[in-house]
T-cell receptor
Framework: QKEVEQDPGPLSVPEGAIVSLNCTYS??????FMWYRQYSRKGPELLMY????GNKEDGRFTAQVDKSSKYISLFIRDSQPSDSATYLC???????????FGRGTSLIVHP | EAQVTQNPRYLITVTGKKLTVTCSQN?????MSWYRQDPGLGLRQIYY???????DKGDVPEGYKVSRKEKRNFPLILESPSPNQTSLYFC??????????????FGPGTRLTVL
C-alpha cells in the first residue's frame, strides 16, 4: 500500500460545480498537509497548507484534514475552467522536511 | 523575480551518453531537490540537499548523481542514461524554516527522452 493514495481521475465537472478532491494516507506521523496544483507542462505550485486536523479556507478553496480517518480533502467552490489542472496532496511528518506526494488527481472544468 | 530555472527544457539523447541537467534558484534557499514524474507513478524524489555539500538519496536514486557546491545550484547528472530514465524531471527548492519549508518552488521541468 502506498503511503498516500489519490484517485488519478480525470474528474470532469461543469463550470460552477463544487469539486471535492481527496487523499487517504497510512502514516500516522503526518502532521502537515499541503495541496499543490500543477497545470499542464508546468511545475507544481503550493495551493494550500494546513497543520493537523481541521479546516482552512482561502477564497474558493477549502482544505480539510481528518487525522482520525487519515483523510485529506480539497474543496473548490464555483469551479472555473482555469481550475483545470492536476491536484497533488503532499503530507509530511513533523520533524521531516520531505513531503510524500500523491499521484495527483486530474480535474477538468468545462464551460 | 524569484524562480527556479532548469536547463535544458527538452533533451533527446542516446543510451550511455552522459548528460547533466542544471538547476538554479535565486531565493537563497537551503533545501533543493530533484523529482521525476511519470504517468501513474506521480512525483518521486531522486535526491535532495539540505545545504552546500550536504546531499542525500530520495526514493529513486539509482542511475543518478548530484552535487551541491554552491547554494544556488543543484545539477542532476546521468552518467550512463538508459531508456527507463525517460521522464519529466523537476527541480525544487525551499527555505528550511518551520511552516515555510513546505512551500517548495518548482522549476518548469525538463523532459528527457533516452533512446
Amino acid at each position: 500500500q502506498k503511503e498516500v493514495e489519490q484517485d488519478p481521475g480525470p474528474l470532469s465537472v461543469p463550470e460552477g460545480a463544487i469539486v471535492s478532491l481527496n487523499c487517504t494516507y497510512s502514516n500516522s506521523a503526518f502532521q502537515y498537509f499541503m495541496w499543490y496544483r500543477q497545470y499542464s507542462r508546468k511545475g507544481p505550485e503550493l495551493l494550500m497548507y494546513t497543520y493537523s486536523s481541521g479546516n482552512k479556507e482561502d477564497g474558493r478553496f477549502t482544505a480539510q484534514v481528518d487525522k482520525s480517518s487519515k483523510y485529506i480533502s480539497l474543496f473548490i467552490r464555483d469551479s472555473q475552467p482555469s481550475d483545470s489542472a492536476t491536484y497533488l496532496c503532499a503530507p509530511r511528518a513533523g520533524g521531516s522536511y520531505i513531503p510524500t506526494f500523491g499521484r495527483g488527481t486530474s480535474l477538468i472544468v468545462h464551460p | 523575480e524569484a524562480q527556479v530555472t532548469q536547463n535544458p527544457r527538452y533533451l533527446i539523447t542516446v543510451t550511455g551518453k552522459k548528460l547533466t541537467v542544471t538547476c538554479s534558484q535565486n531565493m537563497n534557499h537551503e533545501y533543493m531537490s530533484w523529482y521525476r514524474q511519470d504517468p501513474g507513478l506521480g512525483l518521486r524524489q531522486i535526491y535532495y540537499s539540505m545545504n552546500v555539500e550536504v546531499t542525500d538519496k530520495g526514493d529513486v536514486p539509482e542511475g543518478y548523481k548530484v552535487s551541491r557546491k554552491e547554494k544556488r545550484n543543484f545539477p542532476l547528472i546521468l552518467e550512463s542514461p538508459s531508456p527507463n530514465q525517460t521522464s519529466l524531471y523537476f527541480c525544487a527548492s525551499s527555505l528550511l524554516a518551520s511552516g515555510v519549508s513546505d512551500t517548495q518552488y518548482f522549476g518548469p521541468g525538463t523532459r528527457l527522452t533516452v533512446l
